[in-house]
């Protein structure tokens, strides 16, 4: 189906991620920035960010891993 959408000239909602994007990702979740907002930002699904993430290897946060930090400290 995308390849007939691709030849019509239809423009797809989805896009794949580049290296240098995964890069940009990896660099910005190390920084404290979840999945979604890097999505966000790279216009992508977060569900993307998260797997291209994980196929580099990269240890995942728990998603509540900012609450958690916050009860310790008080």
């Not at 960010?49 to 009860?71: A, I, S, Y």
Request: cysteine-free; overall charge positive.
């Amino acid at each position: 189906m995308s390849n007939i959408l691709k030849r019509q000239g239809v423009a797809t909602r989805w896009r794949r991620l580049s290296e240098a994007d995964v890069d940009k990702a990896e660099h910005l979740y190390a920084q404290g920035w979840s999945s979604a907002r890097i999505a966000d930002l790279l216009k992508v699904d977060p569900e993307t960010v998260r797997l291209r993430l994980r196929k580099r290897g990269v240890q995942m946060r728990d998603p509540h891993w900012r609450e958690t930090l916050q009860n310790t400290s008080s």
